[in-house]
């Protein structure tokens, strides 16, 4: 046979299967359904009932354009629900806004969904890393959490001194005659010098060595590659990004040199010789913690990036984008300095900043607005209902078939006005005077996956503000474009975060 008509034949095959794989699944999910007795979920009124290639050539357009936020709220009102389902690729998507849902994913359902399933079976990350605590279930997961676990519970109290120099540095960048300075590249470097020494050991110091700043910006581009990857799902041979791969190997081999570094102390400690840090201080950092549960390089290389991965583009973000606040609220950057000179020049500790309410109030007003993780995002491994979110009124049950793949949206969570009142666009510490929300702000998950870093982020987070307001008056925005947002781990602020700081 001619090898055009064998061609023609096994295209034609291919579709033939993918239209039935895909009627029977539609069928099954539609008996199912009616057996939970869950009404249908609105959805995406798209063309392509097989691939959803219309959904997905609207999101990633709106990726390319930095549109990715409007999309989210766009898709979400058109449906008028806060629940709906679209085809992306052959794969079923449920996105969310309904706190009971994020709620009953994260705690009382959790068993119904898993992370692996997207992030490691279908080989999205595999090549950068394996199985560790952001990326496994089950007992795998629950070892690899019990491994972080203890230095994270005493990492946020205990590392203030530690993060008093970083801050220094940090400060040393900013110009003191109230020029322009664009804080993001700084708190880029700032965070990556931070995570080197507390998660590593040893510090990369990039704010004084830019040129040591790169495996910051290989873990952009990671990420990137990551997040692309873990959309393509089925799709993902269609991602050969040669220079991904070869920034995988590139931070491989930036780690590989702790995990050595770590391992030959081990061996001297053993031999008596303790492990300190050029200060005499003995080793405390998150590597070393984990080290000695962990014989093998690769295992602990996959611990490490289990950790590393979620700690990227994380609070230098979250600080970028509260500075950016800050700037556009001359009044609250007041009352926040009010609130830092009465604490005056007591040391400064984990207590005494948990004691300044307004600043506790304006992270979380930063973790409102601005949330640095978009969604919580679960495949579904058994059919399961979820709360709330179907029916005319939105208060039915929802259906989620195995397979389905479900988003929890954030974004859309801390910003709808019927949870937070006609004023939730504004950027308002004092409503968290009465607020006190439960699901509805998860700014780090909630359930036993939440962030572990969370006590860690948020005391380093007020540290750096609390400092920066004891020297600077006042913050001025120094360009006019409004917040956009480009999405690379989370959305990060499009133009950067362009300011000037008004020496007291
Ligand atoms: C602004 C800063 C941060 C935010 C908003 C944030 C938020 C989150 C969220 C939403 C999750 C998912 C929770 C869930 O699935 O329910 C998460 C997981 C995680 N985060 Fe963070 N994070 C931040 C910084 C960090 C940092 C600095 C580290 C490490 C040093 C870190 C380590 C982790 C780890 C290991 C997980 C996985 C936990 C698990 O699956 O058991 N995060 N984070």
């Not at 806060?82 to 009971?100: H, I, Q």
């Not at 009382?108 to 898993?114: G, I, L, Y």
């Not at 496994?136 to 070892?143: F, L, N, P, T, V």
């Not at 005499?280 to 990036?305: C, K, N, S």
């Amino acid at each position: 046979m001619h090898s055009g008509s064998i061609l023609i034949i096994f295209t034609l095959s291919a579709i033939l299967y993918w239209i039935a794989a895909a009627t029977l699944n539609y069928v099954r999910y539609e008996k199912t359904r009616a057996e939970f007795g869950c009404p249908p979920l609105k959805a995406y009124p798209g063309w392509d009932k097989i691939l959803g290639l219309d959904y997905v050539y609207a999101m990633l357009k709106a990726l390319k354009e930095d549109r990715f936020l409007q999309f989210q709220t766009d898709t979400y009102s058109a449906r008028g629900s806060k629940v709906w389902r679209a085809n992306f690729l052959g794969n079923r998507m449920v996105y969310s806004s309904e706190p009971e849902n994020m709620k009953a994913l994260s705690t009382s359902q959790k068993d119904a969904f898993a992370v692996e399933p997207i992030r490691v079976a279908n080989g999205a990350i595999t090549p950068f890393t394996g199985r560790g605590v952001s990326s496994s279930d089950g007992e795998k997961w629950q070892h690899s959490r019990d491994l972080v676990k203890p230095y994270f519970e005493r990492a946020g109290f205990a590392n203030l001194n530690r993060l008093r120099e970083h801050v220094d540095r940090l400060m040393s960048q900013i110009p003191s005659d109230s020029s322009t300075v664009d804080m993001q590249p700084l708190f880029q470097r700032w965070f990556l010098d931070t995570s080197t020494d507390f998660l590593f050991g040893e510090t990369v110091n990039s704010l004084d060595h830019p040129e040591r700043g790169w495996p910051q910006k290989d873990m952009v581009k990671v990420m990137a590659g990551l997040r692309l990857r873990l959309q393509l799902s089925s799709f993902l041979f269609l991602h050969r990004d040669k220079e991904w791969f070869a920034a995988c190997k590139r931070i491989q081999g930036f780690l590989s040199h702790y995990i050595e570094q770590a391992y030959r102390q081990l061996e001297e400690e053993k031999k008596g010789i303790p492990a300190t840090y050029k200060n005499g201080e003995p080793r405390d950092d998150f590597l070393w913690t984990v080290a000695r549960h962990v014989p093998d390089p690769i295992e602990l290389r996959t611990q490490l990036t289990g950790v590393w991965i979620p700690s990227n583009e994380t609070t230098s973000i979250l600080m970028s984008n509260t500075i950016y606040a800050l700037a556009r609220n001359p009044r609250v950057v007041q009352k926040l300095r009010e609130a830092v000179l009465e604490y005056g020049d007591k040391p400064l500790t984990f207590e005494g900043l948990r004691s300044i309410n307004y600043l506790r109030w304006t992270v979380n007003e930063s973790h409102r607005l601005y949330p640095v993780s978009l969604q919580t995002v679960r495949a579904c491994i058994k059919d399961t209902t979820l709360p709330t979110g179907g029916g005319e009124d939105g208060k039915a049950p929802i259906f989620c078939a195995k397979g389905d793949i479900v988003h929890c949206n954030r974004y859309l969570m801390h910003r709808d006005p019927e949870l937070w009142g006609s004023d939730t666009e504004q950027f308002l510490p004092e409503r968290w005077e009465k607020a006190r929300p439960m699901w509805s702000f998860v700014p780090f998950g909630g359930g036993p996956r939440i962030c572990p870093a969370h006590v860690m982020v948020d005391t380093e987070c007020s540290y750096a503000i609390f400092r920066l307001l004891q020297r600077f008056k006042a913050i001025e925005p120094r360009d006019d474009e409004p917040y956009a947002a480009v999405m690379r781990v989370g959305p990060s602020s499009k133009y950067g975060c362009k300011v000037a700081f008004i020496p007291a």
